[in-house]
């Protein structure tokens, strides 16, 4: 079966400073990777995914995450946050032959202060 | 289309007390997940449908719990005799590929 360990549950950063939300999953098939933001008092939305190709994906709104299969990690990093990126991030993973459900990590509160 | 929507968003129950959660999901979404949060803890997978075929119920998913999607459209999940452990945020998901999972905004039980 396969895990996600996000091994920061909070991280506080100031203004315009970069950041790196940490993930690390376990598996014994090919995964596909997800990021997912919860701000407050509303659902998950998808930030980003990795399916194939290109190890490195990107948001809309600046983030990225790289895959690094030696590492099993799949690290989101913003050069510089905006106060509006106070949410929630959870980092999941899917595989085939699991009608690709989702396995959720705990969970990382960035907030970001002025 | 809104997206997913689930009734109610909020439910007070006294223990022992059945409750039931509606989710409707994106039109032609033929998947639909249910998962459960708890409180400083990622969404946990509860049970999955294709169409209105549930093909897969997690451990979580005591006897308590059922669930259904008459003619593959919106879902129903029922938990009888609600115990305080069930106080959670429930969460309903839909997708069309397997790709991507859209969801709602949750059902936040409470069992008092």
């Known amino acids: 079966a396969q895990s996600v360990t996000q091994l920061d549950s909070q991280v506080p950063v100031f203004e315009e400073a970069p950041v790196e939300l940490r993930c690390n999953y376990s598996s014994s098939v090919s995964v596909y990777l997800f990021w997912y933001v919860q701000y407050p008092n509303q659902g998950l939305q998808l930030l980003l995914k990795y399916l194939s190709g290109s190890t490195l994906v990107e948001s809309i709104n600046g983030f990225e995450a790289e895959f690094n299969k030696s590492q099993t990690s799949f690290h989101l990093r913003k050069p510089s946050v905006h106060i509006s990126d106070t949410a929630e991030y959870f980092c999941a993973v899917s595989v085939e032959g699991s009608n690709y459900k989702l396995t959720f990590g705990k969970g990382t509160l960035l907030t970001v202060n002025p | 289309d809104t997206g997913v929507s689930q009734d109610p968003r909020h439910k007070i129950t006294k223990r022992g007390q059945n409750v039931t959660f509606r989710c409707d999901p994106i039109s032609e979404h033929n998947r639909l997940y249910w998962y459960r949060q708890t409180l400083g803890q990622g969404p946990e997978f509860l049970t999955y449908?294709?169409?209105?075929?549930?093909?897969?119920k997690s451990r979580l998913l005591s006897d308590r719990f059922s669930a259904e999607r008459p003619k593959g459209s919106f879902s129903t999940l029922e938990i009888q005799r609600t115990e305080q452990g069930d106080s959670a945020m429930y969460l309903c998901a839909s997708s069309l590929s397997i790709y991507e999972q859209y969801f709602g905004p949750g059902t936040r039980l409470t069992v008092t």
């Open positions: 449908f294709q169409n209105e075929a549930q093909l897969e």
